[in-house]
């Protein structure tokens, strides 16, 4: 069964740090650019990192850059998305999804996507 699973979400205080992982299974992550999206509540789902498949092209809304860090693993078949300095304004379901290529920070050709995760900043 192919899927996506975006985990390493939670509560975190203005300032605080996130990691948050997005694991394939039932198909390879290395040929695949990996997104990753986020949406607020009312808010329209907004792409915030792309990585392409090799790793070398790594991409990241203006908003996040400096912030946030997207990774790859192969081997362990997961991208990652560090996230730092957080603010309310960063609360969103975190998505990830598997795609075709980068187009700059928005990834293009999303044929699989997890479910989300729920990153929450308040004091």
């Known amino acids: 069964q192919v899927q996506l699973v975006e985990s390493g979400g939670g509560l975190v205080q203005p300032g605080g740090s996130l990691r948050l992982s997005c694991a394939a299974s039932?198909?390879?992550?290395?040929?695949?650019?990996i997104g990753w999206f986020r949406q607020a509540p009312g808010k329209e789902r907004e792409a915030v990192s792309c990585v392409t498949s090799s790793g070398g092209g790594i991409f990241y809304k203006n908003s996040v850059k400096g912030r946030f860090t997207i990774s790859r693993d192969n081997a362990k078949n997961t991208v990652y998305l560090q996230v730092n300095s957080l603010t309310p304004e960063d609360t969103a379901v975190y998505y990830c999804?598997?795609?075709?290529?980068?187009?700059?920070?928005?990834?293009?050709?999303?044929?699989?996507w997890g479910q989300g995760t729920q990153v929450t900043v308040s004091s």
């Open positions: 039932g198909f390879s992550l290395n040929y695949h650019a």
């Open positions: 999804a598997a795609a075709a290529y980068c187009s700059n920070y928005v990834s293009i050709g999303n044929i699989y």
